[in-house]
């Protein structure tokens, strides 16, 4: 047997969270660290759509912000930049961002089709049921039109049996 340790202490708030869609408190754009962490964030804690769009144009404006102004400065001084090399930590969690929420999209239309085709399905099973329903009735009407018959039958014989004695 094996003993599982549980914290009972409630869980601290990640004060990034609290941050998700807003600028530094400088008003300044979000530097680069600031970035990162509330993209770490929103993947860690989850957001609405709002916070994801919000955060990828803004991490995307700043990305190519930062890219034009080295280029004019290293141009300047005749050195070719490769941009994917630059920021390469904001850029590789940019598109985990980007990713992250399209598999969320993803997985949210795929749970409304499942809500679709199940409801689909129970209809179909209703339908089904009331079918079977609707034939053991007339299974059950035609067995007793039979007996009834029979009953007729049996009653004609007897009739028949009394006038041809």
Known sequence: ???LHIDVAPPTPDIRSARVGRPSNNGATSSKEDLKDRIISIV???ADGGHYQALIQETSAWLK?????EVSELSRELIVVDDISKH???RALYLLLIRYHQMHKDEQAATVNLHEKTKLY????RRAEKRQQEIAELEQAIEDLRDEMES???KWAVREKQLTM
């Open 65 to 69: 912000e930062q890219t034009s102004e």
């Open 44 to 46: 860690r804690n989850g």
């Open 152 to 154: 007729k039958e049996v």
């Open 122 to 125: 129970q209809d179909a099973l």
């Open 1 to 3: 047997m094996r003993r």
């Open 88 to 90: 390469w930590d904001l």
